[in-house]
């Protein structure tokens, strides 16, 4: 099962309705099922830095079906996964990326923000994903 | 000056809506004028080689303020610029990238579309470019 | 708005003055507020490694509109962007970055310095960008 | 032998004054002889994606001790040194880069420019390379 366009455009405007909510300016990915980008959005004047990570983390979320922050607890030095971000072109294991489910609870795809402090990213990349079904 | 969000989105949603009213599938990229990413969108289906591809036609376009095709026609064995697609972390040289100019006649930014014969990328991404004012 | 030439030229000869004025070699690099290179210096003798460093340094800090810096207190272990250093194809998030104001307050550019410890490497960042109006 | 940062801006310099003269916008780059960048300047509104390019020329110029368009005549399909643009990260080879000399005649280092048709891109380094003794 495999994100469409109009969901994953439903989960950017999502998303940006949340950002504008908590009066910030984000960079909005989300990518298939197979990593692959399906839409993107660039909020004016949101950090350019965060166009890049923002895609990592989506891809970095589907990549383990987990939330990036959770991979972070783990890449950390001493940790089981660490430096893991070497891997795939380099991952993003700070908090932002969340995978998307469907009405059915199947994964089909992931989204990544980016462009404020990380739990602000998790929380508009949240917002984000609950609004696909 | 520089392309905004909301410029970006207009281009791909007419661009989409040529793609659709010529029966194909595309990818459809817009980057602003210092060749950063700003929207995105893969029409279902379409091919997911073109991803990578129609972002390399938007920067191109911008690189060089001129149409894709054109750099391509001078890349050729024996042309003036044979092998320039080497440079920049790779440059698509053939039809489907185009700049944006707003009302005033300015380069604001440039689209890049990619998923069928590059005629109809070159449309398309001709459409998503006129659409913004 | 984006710097000039001249004004990055000028940025650059300030930072030279002021890494004669304390006794040091530095590479100093001026990107322009689409993160692209608009002038560069390698003083005789510096780090080569620097050249590098430089150009990722000024390019961070207009990703992010802060200090290098001040990125790097984040990234460390247990930090809120522990790695962010593997996105954008590579950041450099310890001092000697910053960003470039036009008279108007606007973010133009950004200067990068690398070739001394890092607080000489900001200190003549600083110089560079205090000497653009 | 090593090109002086003085020497190099001399060059770059002479270029931009020879790119004024016949009209054109170039992006203009010295390396040293060990292909590392020593100089940098890109006039207001030249190519964006020839920074790239012109830093490429210069350092294919060291690279083989030659102008670029005589390793481009080699390079051709056929010719005894096809696509050798894949190597060192990417050559350019048409022409716009050429070897500086010191007055005794020993190679100090490479200027490459590029921002217009190749031949105008060739005498401009041509009159930067010529500038420095």
């Known amino acids: 099962m495999n994100i469409t366009l109009e969901q994953a455009q439903t989960a950017i405007a999502a998303a940006k309705a949340k950002a504008i909510k908590i009066k910030t300016l984000m960079n909005i990915a989300v990518v298939d099922s197979g990593t692959n980008l399906v839409a993107f959005a660039h909020m004016d004047e949101a ?12 891809r970095t979320a589907r990549y383990f079906n987990m939330p990036t922050g959770e991979i972070g607890k783990l890449s ?4 089981s996964l660490y430096n893991i971000e070497h891997s795939n072109g380099g991952l993003i294991t700070f908090p932002g990326g969340v995978v998307i489910k ?15 402090a990380v ?4 929380k508009v990349a949240q917002a984000g994903a609950e609004a696909v079904k």
């Open 47 to 58: 950090w350019l830095g965060s166009i890049d990570i923002s895609q990592k983390k989506a």
């Open 76 to 79: 950390q030095p001493g940790g």
């Open 102 to 116: 469907n009405a059915a609870g199947q994964i089909i795809g992931a989204i990544g923000v980016s462009g404020d």
């Open 119 to 122: 739990e602000n990213d998790h």
